[in-house]
């Protein structure tokens, strides 16, 4: 029996099997199942974002999930982003939280692959965060948020279930003579659980037989185009709804106070040099939120409460009909680097937050005001720089003689001469709270920044620009200096470590607003370093010494290299 046994020949493997099995079998248990989380995921968020699109207060989940992601960073990411992507840092976090879910869903996509109720608890466990995300917005409609939410969910485990349907093989294994094998028995109960009949045959060849990938991709990438086009509609939808300027029957009065028009001494006729004024299109934004906020005018209410004397609250229409005035005033984020363009001047047109203060009663042990936004987002700072006579705070609801734009805080935001507008621009407002400045900390202040925002004294060098190669003769240095609400009273520029050379500045607006200045410049052939400094209406002279922006505002000198021909 030994004998016949060992005389037996083994069965020598198939070369083909060998060489072309495995890379087969992997496209199958793993890449495939990958995709089709991957694809499925993108089938949850195209549902989310067309029903967000179609009705409003529905969340868009990724949206949701973002604002999360943004409550929950931790001390220093909002500087790293802004640094990396700047005023894209919002498109950047979107674009962050949908690459994220897909990959997650495509590792969902291979344990479902072996049981699809591992599927169900990865799918719901996930809608179950972003029901989370969306209950914590207030501006969402919760029940709306439970349909989105299980539409999104089931929408994507269906997805699931027929992209896996479609990698699972024609016929299931079974052994040669007799029973089947523990591996074909899985991929049995597999199809079970997908809703398809198992084949079975008496006698098949042993082994997984092959699967169609042809079929699977055809499948997953019709799958995967719908979800783009319906995911794309619905977020421009959404994205046109929470732009679109709104409408309001409202008349707002003319101002009781104006400023006269900008005269020709109050700007510099040089070619390449930030205007003035910002129009509003291209103002700079940063906030919290992932898409602008979206108000009505007409239901609008702006609450004064905390410690006052009585609570006041007042419609747009009781707002817009107290005495405004205008001004111009340079306002910054405090994640701006030196030389950075996340500053910005504009005209604003508004109330007096010291009327609407007087009308609720300031009691004396308030030491802080904090702007509530109808986000959540909150930003405060001290009482005493309010009712400072030599500065104007205001409840702004124009800008630039036109209704405040939807992304910068229609139909009102505060603007406060002085300081950055982490600690004091809310936008979309509709509450002010009086309370003191150990009682409470604004959005931005647990993570790190400093309690107290007054903008630095900054200047930036607009042209020539950084790496520039220009000509050789006389060169216009020039660009914009800034100190609200200090003012500047010189600017000065360096050429490769030599004297500060003082330069021409035009007349300022005020106190609260930039100024641009100007320097001739005799340029000899060679690459040169050339650095800008401004001294505030005080006497005091821009720093030298660099810091980042946390936890106050960035310092240094705005300093850039040219190359200069013969």
Not at 369 to 385: K, N, Q, W
């Amino acid at each position: 029996m030994a004998t016949s046994d060992l005389s037996t020949p083994a069965p020598q493997p198939n070369i083909d099997d060998v060489t072309a099995r495995p890379p087969r079998e992997i496209g199958r248990r793993y890449v495939a199942p990958f995709i089709a989380g991957a694809i499925a995921a993108g089938v949850s968020i195209a549902v989310s974002e067309l029903i967000a699109g179609l009705i409003s207060g529905a969340p868009s989940l990724v949206i949701a999930m973002g604002t999360l992601a943004i409550d929950l960073q931790p001390p220093g990411a909002k500087d790293f982003v802004v640094s990396l992507f700047g005023t894209n840092d919002k498109l950047a976090l979107n674009l962050f939280i949908v690459v994220v879910a897909i990959v997650i869903a495509g590792a969902i996509g291979i344990a479902g692959s072996r049981d699809i109720r591992r599927a169900d608890i990865g799918f719901i466990a996930l809608g179950a965060i972003a029901l989370f995300a969306a209950y914590r917005e207030p501006l969402v409609s919760f029940p709306w948020a439970i349909v989105t939410t299980v539409a999104a969910v089931t929408a994507g485990l269906a997805a699931l279930r027929y992209l896996l349907g479609l990698i699972a093989p024609p016929k299931p294994a079974t052994e040669a003579v007799g029973g089947t094998t523990k591996a074909a028995r899985r991929e049995q109960r597999r199809l079970s659980q997908l809703g398809l009949e198992p084949v079975r045959t008496a006698h098949t060849t042993a082994g997984m037989p092959d699967w169609d990938r042809r079929r699977f991709l055809i499948g997953s990438a019709g799958v995967a185009a719908g979800a783009v086009v319906a995911g794309v509609f619905g977020r421009r939808l959404t994205t046109t709804r929470a732009t679109t300027e709104p409408s309001t029957a409202i008349t707002i009065p003319k101002p009781a106070e104006t400023v006269p028009p900008l005269s020709a001494d109050e700007m510099l006729n040089v070619p390449g040099i930030t205007p003035i004024v910002i129009p509003n299109d291209d103002f700079y934004r940063i906030d919290t939120a992932l898409l602008p906020v979206r108000l009505d005018a007409s239901t609008w209410k702006l609450t004064v409460n905390g410690m006052v004397n009585q609570e006041v609250t007042l419609t747009y229409q009781q707002l817009t009909t107290m005495p405004m005035f205008e001004q111009y005033v340079t306002i910054q984020c405090v994640s701006n680097y030196v030389g950075g363009d996340l500053v910005g001047n504009a005209k604003w047109t508004g109330v007096n937050l010291r009327d609407v203060l007087a009308m609720a009663g300031v009691q004396p042990a308030a030491t802080q005001i904090v702007g509530r936004s109808a986000d959540g987002f909150t930003a405060g700072f001290p009482t005493e720089h309010a009712m400072d006579p030599a500065r104007n705070p205001m409840i702004a609801v124009l800008m630039n003689d036109e209704p405040l734009p939807t992304e910068h805080g229609y139909p009102a935001r505060l603007i406060v001469p002085g300081l950055y507008g982490y600690v004091s621009a809310t936008k979309w407002l509709t509450n002010i709270e009086l309370t003191t400045l150990e009682a409470f900390d604004g959005y931005w202040i647990p993570l790190g920044w400093a309690k107290l925002g007054p903008i630095l004294t900054q200047s930036r060098i607009d042209v020539p620009h950084d790496g520039q190669n220009i000509k050789a003769g006389t060169v216009t240095i020039a660009g914009v200096a800034w100190a609200p609400d200090r003012g500047v009273s010189k600017v000065e520029v360096q050429v490769d470590e030599g004297a500060w050379q003082t330069c021409v500045l035009s007349a300022p607006i005020s106190k609260a607003t930039w100024l641009q200045w100007e320097l001739l410049w005799n340029a000899t052939p060679g690459i040169h370093t050339i650095a800008v400094r401004a001294t505030d209406g005080t006497g005091a002279v821009q720093t030298a010494d660099v810091t980042p922006p946390a936890p106050d505002g960035a310092r240094g000198h705005h300093t850039i290299q040219v190359a200069v021909a013969g």
